[in-house]
């Protein structure tokens, strides 16, 4: 089974930068053809901020949601099963609980049912 575990949430001010990471307790995170990170506000529904998926062969693909091009960096590291979300320019309306998310099949949909595998998040709050 596989399980996703995120790190690196916290309290920033306004303009900050943070980096969260995510863990994946399998050795074939290769084999995960797509990962995510999605993020939820209270009150508001889950929503998808960045994925990596591979259409088949080694190369993987990034692909942002408007509200993240231009701050938000995704990034994978295959060898040590970690995927890291690099965000600059944080604003309080990017608070929220922030999940990872993987998937077997070679996708890229910000449609929560869509996405197998979940961990329990990590809160970020900018203020």
């Known amino acids: 089974d596989v399980q996703l575990v995120e790190s690196g949430g916290g309290s920033v001010q306004d303009g900050d930068s943070l980096i969260l990471s995510c863990a994946a307790s399998?050795?074939?995170?290769?084999?995960?053809?797509?990962m995510a990170w999605f993020r939820q506000a209270p009150g508001k529904e889950r929503e998808g901020v960045a994925c990596?998926?591979?259409?088949?062969?080694?190369?993987?693909?990034?692909n942002y949601a408007d509200f993240s091009k231009g701050r938000f960096v995704i990034s994978q590291d295959n060898a040590k099963n970690i995927l890291d979300l690099r965000m600059s320019s944080l604003e309080p309306d990017d608070t929220a609980m922030y999940y990872c998310?993987?998937?077997?099949?070679?996708?890229?949909?910000?449609?929560?049912?869509?996405?197998?595998?979940w961990g329990q998040g990590t809160q970020v709050t900018v203020s």
């Open positions: 998310a993987a998937v077997a099949r070679g996708l890229c949909v910000y449609t929560v049912r869509q996405w197998t595998y």
């Open positions: 399998t050795s074939t995170l290769g084999l995960l053809r797509s």
């Open positions: 990596m998926y591979s259409r088949g062969g080694s190369r993987y693909y990034a």
